[in-house]
T-cell receptor, first 113, second 116 residues
Framework: QQQVKQSPQSLIVQKGGISIINCAYE??????FPWYQQFPGKGPALLIA?????SEKKEGRFTISFNKSAKQFSLHIMDSQPGDSATYFC????????????FGSGTQLTVLP | GAVVSQHPSWVICKSGTSVKIECRSL??????MFWYRQFPKQSLMLMAT?????????EQGVEKDKFLINHASLTLSTLTVTSAHPEDSSFYIC????????????FGPGTRLTVL
């Protein structure tokens, strides 16, 4: 079944702390794993993405960790800021298709000042 | 960076009327565009995949006669909600893949539809 499970549903972090959001998948045909950030009333914006041939990708304060054997991947936000408060979605897509994204359920992150 | 626009950003209409939403890729050509629907505090639900020059592919449970999709060019796809009813009120978001066939989908800003 094409499904991506995301946790936690909500997360509250102090400014300067580390925010960690986890996702797990079942479909081994998935080969591209993006993370999207969405602010209220706006469309999702691509944050960072990874392929399963690497275990980690870092872009600024955002890092994806990927565990292919466990079929899990996570987003780490270092030095979290109030401006990072948003909803984060993990997603996955597979080759050989129209590349539809399968989204996780979302995590509402609140960073306290 | 790749930019996708949507128009209008919000619309209010009376029950029974039809509403057209445009999705444009501004600085790249999109062979494939996607239409999503999102309810408050929920994830994005894929409604249909729109391919330039061919019929859209609808997800199970999505009425193709109610949600008409046209992808007439490599930069424009439209979603028409026909005979809209209050239960069609939602946030509609489009996304586009670039012509080069990369994996990245770029999302539009969304359209808030309210049907009275």
């Amino acid at each position: 079944q094409q499904q991506v499970k995301q946790s936690p549903q909500s997360l509250i972090v102090q400014k300067g702390g580390i925010s960690i959001i986890n996702c797990a998948y079942e479909n081994t045909a998935f080969d591209y794993f993006p993370w999207y950030q969405q602010f209220p009333g706006k469309g999702p914006a691509l944050l960072i993405a990874i392929r399963p041939d690497v275990s980690e990708k870092k872009e600024g304060r955002f890092t994806i960790s990927f565990n292919k054997s466990a079929k899990q991947f996570s987003l780490h936000i270092m030095d979290s800021q109030p401006g990072d408060s948003a909803t984060y979605f993990c997603a996955a897509t597979q080759s050989g298709s129209a590349r539809q994204l399968t989204f996780g359920s979302g995590t509402q992150l609140t960073v306290l000042p | 960076g790749a930019v996708v626009s949507q128009h209008p950003s919000w619309v209010i209409c009376k029950s029974g009327t039809s509403v057209k939403i445009e999705c444009r890729s501004l600085d790249f050509q999109a062979t494939t565009m996607f239409w999503y629907r999102q309810f408050p505090k929920q994830s994005l639900m894929l409604m249909a995949t729109s391919n330039e020059g061919s019929k859209a592919t609808y997800e199970q449970g999505v009425e193709k006669d109610k949600f008409l999709i046209n992808h007439a060019s490599l930069t424009l796809s439209t979603l028409t909600v026909t005979s809209a009813h209050p239960e069609d009120s939602s946030f509609y978001i489009c996304s586009a893949r670039d012509y080069g066939g990369t994996d990245t989908q770029y999302f539009g800003p969304g359209t808030r539809l309210t049907v009275l």
